[in-house]
């Protein structure tokens, strides 16, 4: 059986082409443990998150699963495996952008009780959002990467 958020509804998750062209079976284009990790971080932060919000008018639409036709996909020149590509990345946005830096620090207090969530990109490199993956080997702490 599939899982599907609690928290989150799959148009929030997904750009509005794979939802177009897919509908619910979208849900298992998403990791499974990505999925459940956005949940228990929503239930953790206790207040609303944003990934995708044009569903009802917002700009944010490509900060979940990516696809070929996307726009920060399709000008790629080079190669693009991102975890966007593969279901296994979010980036993931506070109700406000003054509560950026707690949600940081939830996520790597934190880190022991997600099964999936291994990375975050460096936040100086993203300050308006926060980027999580299950691309790393899930050690004693988050891995901090930048691109």
Known sequence: ???????????ELVSPAVYAQ???FAWRFLDEGMKKDADLLRELWGKALIINNYAWGGSYKESGLRCNT???????KTPYLSGHVLGRAFDIKP???K???DLIKCVQ????????????ENPKSTPSWM???SLGTRGNCIEIFSV
Do not use: Q
């Open 99 to 101: 509560d950026l830096p």
């Open 1 to 11: 059986m599939v899982y599907e958020c609690k928290w989150f509804k799959l148009h």
């Open 109 to 120: 207090l934190n880190f022991h009780k997600f099964s999936a969530i291994s990375r975050m």
């Open 22 to 24: 897919f509908g619910r």
């Open 95 to 97: 109700e406000y952008i």
């Open 70 to 76: 996307d726009s920060i996909v399709k000008t790629k």
């Open 131 to 133: 980027h999580v993956d």
